[in-house]
Structures are given as structure tokens and as C-alpha cells.
């Protein structure tokens, strides 16, 4: 009998095959069906500390009353408590209709009382919660050490605050990301997602303009997360979910193999819709009875840096001249 059981979000997953946050999770009629063909978890969409911020300054600007200062306290308070009121309905519709467990996700671009929020997601019935943690770091001013700092602050103010797992999900932006995800996991952390992916600038060479890049991933994207899963699950004794550019069920036992507990996705359910995940459960589970495989934890890891039988492609970066055979071999 073969088991897809994993642990994630400190928590038993039926299979590690996790939904990632994005507007897919914003609907409790979509969640329903990520729920019915056997997601293992769904992420909901964050709540952005930064959507916030932007509303309270778009009115502050309209604002010129002599007791302005207490208008803007008070359309703080005000535009918090709608969105933190819809969130928790979030919560409870989401509950109402799913089998998998619910992750509230937190963005959060400071620390500080906007975290507080982190109880009421507890309190509205989320089952964990994952920080979705990131500031540009384009300050010319701010160094490595600036970020680390708020990282591990956001995570602690929040563990500190909830009873619920935390996880926290993080992009590759760091010049000393093996580092700052040592100092993650040794924060109480029921698991690092690596990596989000961000939406792009892009330049319209016609009207000579920035516009927004198109939001999804490409398969091939997934290299970057299975080099450092590979790299970090056997030294950082904290759960990694893999997650941007995995579409099949190829790519999720790669992550597993390179050690990955889980995988979040998101591109492949917008472009081939919910009941693809019944496919990549199907070919996961397929490949494992070929290999006489009956638990993930069989052959979890099996390629990851301390087990490979060539660690050393997990550090190679550059093509040196005897790379692969390469030598202009592409060209006919
Ligand atoms: C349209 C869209 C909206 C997203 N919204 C969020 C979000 O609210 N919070 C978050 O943490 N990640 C968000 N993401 C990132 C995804 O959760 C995921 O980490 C990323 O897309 C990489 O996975 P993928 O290659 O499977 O899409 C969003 C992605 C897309 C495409």
C-alpha cells in the first residue's frame, strides 16, 4: 500500500502537494475543488500588509481637516478591521468547505503591531499560518545584515504570538541565503517555503513604457528551487516546500528527492486548471509502486547533498570549458 503522507505546517498532509497562495485560494468555490481532487494543503492568498499601507496614504493625501491626525488614526483602524473582518471570512469559508488544512498567509513588509493580526488568523480557524516575508532589497543603504534582522524579527513577534505552526516563505534575493535560512529554522518554524515568485516589471518597446511581466512561472523554473532544497534539507532540520516552476509529477519527485517535504504550486493549476493535481498524485504515486517505494520518507532526500553520489553539482555554477561536452556542439 503505498502512503504519499508528509509532514508540512507542522502538520500530517495527506501528500505533499500543497496550493499554493494566490488568487486561485482567494475563492472558497475553487478551494472546494482543490479540496475534492486531494490537494494535500491549500495556502489562502496573503493579506498585504502593503495593500493597507497604500489605502491609508491614498486618503491620507485627500485629507486636509484641522483634526487630521485623528482622521488618519482612525481610517487606519478602520481600514484594518475591514480587511482583517474579511480575511477571517476567509478562514471560515474556506474551513466550511475543505478537507485539507487551511494556511492563512501573512505578508508583512515591517514588524510591529501590524502582526497582531497573526491572533486573529488563530482565532478565525486557520490550521497554520506562512509569513509571506519580502522588501525589495534595493536600499543602497540597507545591508544583508538590515534584512536579516527583519526577517527574524517578523518571524519571532509571530511564533511568539499564536499557538498554530508558523512557516515562513521566502524568495532566493539573498547574498547569504544558506545563512539566513539557518537563522530561520532555528527560529521555531514548522517549515521554509523556497521560493515565491514575484510579479516582474517589463518594458512595452512600442509605447516605450513599464508594464507588468505575465505573472506565471515557466517549468523550467524549477531548477533554481531543487538546487538549494538539494543544498539546505539536510543541514537545516527544519521542513522545505519547494515551490515556482513545478508542473508535473516529474518535477515534485525531484524536489522530493532532493529532500523536499512538500511543494507548493500555483501557475500549473491557472493554466490547466484544478483537476490537474489528480494527474501529478496519479504519476507520483505510479512512479513510487515502479520503484517499490511505500512511504515518502523511502526515498526522500535520497539526492540531496549529503547523499548524492556527486554532491559537487549542487555547488558547480560556471560552464568551464570541459562542461558537459557542450562545446559548440548545439550548433548545426
Ligand atoms: C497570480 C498570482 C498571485 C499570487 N499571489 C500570491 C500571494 O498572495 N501570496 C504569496 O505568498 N504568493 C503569491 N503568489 C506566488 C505563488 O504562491 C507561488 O509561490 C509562485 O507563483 C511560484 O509557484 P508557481 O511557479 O507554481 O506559480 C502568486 C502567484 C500568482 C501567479
Not at 10 to 16: Q, V
Not at 189 to 214: C, H, W, Y
Not at 284 to 299: A, P, R
Request: aromatic fraction near 10%.
Amino acid at each position: 500500500m503505498t502512503s504519499l503522507k508528509t509532514r508540512f505546517f507542522g502538520l500530517e498532509l495527506k501528500n505533499p502537494l500543497i496550493i499554493a497562495s494566490s488568487s486561485l485560494t482567494a475563492d472558497a468555490g475553487k478551494i472546494r475543488e482543490f479540496s475534492e481532487n486531494g490537494a494535500g494543503a491549500i495556502v489562502l492568498k496573503s493579506v498585504f500588509e502593503e495593500e493597507i499601507i497604500n489605502e491609508y496614504n491614498q486618503i491620507a493625501q485627500t485629507k486636509t481637516s484641522a483634526h487630521f491626525e485623528e482622521f488618519l488614526d482612525y481610517f487606519d483602524y478602520k481600514i484594518r478591521e475591514q480587511v482583517l473582518a474579511s480575511y477571517g471570512q476567509l478562514i471560515r469559508d474556506a474551513k466550511s468547505v475543505s478537507e485539507a488544512p487551511i494556511i492563512a498567509s501573512i505578508n508583512c513588509v515591517s514588524t510591529g503591531d501590524w502582526l497582531q493580526f497573526a491572533s486573529q488568523v488563530q482565532d478565525a480557524g486557520a490550521d497554520a499560518i506562512e509569513l509571506n516575508l519580502f522588501v525589495m532589497p534595493c536600499d543602497p543603504l540597507k545591508t544583508a545584515e538590515d534584512q536579516r534582522r527583519f526577517y527574524l524579527a517578523a518571524v519571532r513577534e509571530v511564533v511568539d504570538r499564536v499557538n498554530i505552526p508558523v512557516t515562513v516563505k521566502i524568495s532566493s534575493y539573498f547574498s547569504d541565503l544558506a545563512s539566513v535560512c539557518n537563522a530561520l529554522a532555528g527560529e521555531k518554524l514548522s517549515g521554509i517555503t523556497m521560493f515565491n515568485r514575484f510579479a516582474n516589471p517589463d518594458i512595452d518597446i512600442e509605447k516605450e513604457k513599464l508594464v507588468e511581466a505575465q505573472p506565471f512561472s515557466n517549468d523550467s523554473e524549477h531548477l533554481l528551487p531543487l538546487r538549494w532544497v538539494g543544498i539546505l534539507s539536510p543541514r537545516l532540520g527544519c521542513p522545505i516546500a519547494a515551490s515556482t516552476g513545478i508542473y508535473t509529477g516529474e518535477q515534485v519527485i525531484k524536489m522530493l528527492l532532493a529532500g523536499a517535504n512538500a511543494v507548493q504550486m500555483a501557475s500549473v493549476f491557472y493554466k490547466k486548471g484544478p483537476a490537474h493535481l489528480t494527474v501529478i498524485i496519479k504519476d507520483l504515486e505510479h512512479w513510487m509502486q515502479k520503484k517499490g517505494y511505500e512511504s515518502i520518507e523511502d526515498f526522500r532526500g535520497r539526492l540531496s547533498l549529503t547523499k548524492a553520489a556527486d554532491p559537487s553539482m549542487y555547488s558547480r555554477a560556471q560552464y568551464l570549458s570541459s562542461f558537459g561536452g557542450y562545446a559548440g556542439s548545439e550548433r548545426k
